[in-house]
């Protein structure tokens, strides 16, 4: 059989101790408590392994649990074991998503969940044989970055920077509008993602040698340089902007929230389309654009593909190459406005 007995399984407390967390017993329409989904105590010890020993981010693990939930509950509408499930019958999963009308990119998030689930029962000792190794989603068709343009960046840039020339310094206002200003500037300069600015730490900006630490994906630090306008609009909202926005104890972190804690993601992203309103830009444009543009940018400048790479912290070069199809896409543009023949 490819499940194996519990009595083997050197995991079995771990899990038996995940099932028994939840704060509250699920209930059905009535009101009545659910029986409890078949799976579900390993899979929360999946999820806190990936939470405390992988130091996968909230959203990840989140995401996870969602996927992998309605794999168990899809199972157990179909009256099978699901960690004994053939090849074929994790194929039909896929393939009955599929004709759910699904997106590609949902499909293979699904089975992008599920391989990670079984590696972790096989290494576990809960499955000897692993259903879905060999699995391929469907293909996506490829898809370019969205990304802003130079015009379009400097105007996003100048919000902030108009506003903060109204204010006096030393006002509440001028302390987050020099805080907003440094955010968009550290973004663009360093194509950071927008947990990393939200987790950046203010001992870790280096001005004498104009770069930034940051923790990454993986609990992975690395270095990213910054220009020297970006260094003018964080060392101004450090000694203008952020004395102001402490309130009590130092969290340490470099952005600071209204209330002295951590600017958040969700803070920064409504932050992020506030000044998209202001500077009269496309309303669906996100902060990870910020990152695509940096990449892009980069490219088009002369920047190798290997030191991108680096700077974004990719772990696959593949990723990074996206960037060449667009700066690839931006000089058809120019070719094509420029060229007598155009």
Not at 8 to 24: F, H, M, T, V, W
Not at 143 to 170: N, Y
């Amino acid at each position: 059989m490819a499940r194996k007995d519990a009595r083997e399984k050197p995991a079995a407390a771990l899990r038996q101790d995940a099932a028994g967390r939840s704060e509250r017993q699920p209930q059905d329409a009535a009101g009545a408590p659910e029986e409890p989904l078949p799976g579900g105590g390993e899979l929360a010890a999946f999820l806190d392994s990936l939470r405390y020993e992988e130091n996968d981010s909230a959203h990840t693990v989140r995401s996870y649990g969602c996927d992998l939930e309605d794999y168990l509950r899809w199972a157990h509408r179909r009256g099978l074991d699901p960690f004994s499930v053939t090849h074929k019958q994790a194929r039909r999963y896929l393939g009955e998503l599929d004709a759910a009308r699904y997106s590609k990119a949902t499909v293979n998030r699904r089975l992008s969940a599920l391989k990670g689930f079984f590696r972790w029962l096989n290494a576990m000792g809960v499955v000897e044989v692993d259903p879905v190794a060999s699995l391929q989603g469907p293909k996506k068709a490829a898809r370019l970055p969205k990304s802003i343009s130079p015009s379009d960046m400097e105007r996003l840039l100048a919000v902030h920077e108009e506003a903060l020339a109204s204010l006096d310094a030393g006002s509440p206002a001028f302390a987050k509008e020099a805080r907003d200003q440094a955010v968009l500037e550290t973004m663009y300069a360093c194509g950071f993602r927008i947990s990393e600015v939200s987790g950046m730490l203010a001992r870790d900006v280096d001005f004498g040698l104009q770069q930034i630490k940051v923790m990454g994906k993986g609990s992975k630090e690395r270095i990213v340089p910054m220009h020297r306008t970006a260094a003018r609009a964080i060392r101004r909202y450090l000694v203008e902007g952020r004395p102001l926005l402490l309130a009590g104890d130092d969290p340490g972190c470099l952005f600071l929230s209204d209330r002295g804690k951590r600017y958040s993601p969700e803070s920064i992203r409504s932050m992020f389309k506030r000044s998209l309103a202001a500077a009269g830009l496309d309303a669906s444009l996100s902060p990870h654009a910020m990152r695509h543009s940096f990449a892009t940018d980069v490219l088009s400048g002369g920047a190798d593909l290997r030191s991108v790479q680096e700077m974004l912290g990719h772990a696959d070069l593949s990723t990074t190459q996206v960037y060449t199809h667009v700066s690839a896409e931006r000089l058809k543009d120019v070719h094509h406005q420029a060229h007598p023949r155009g």
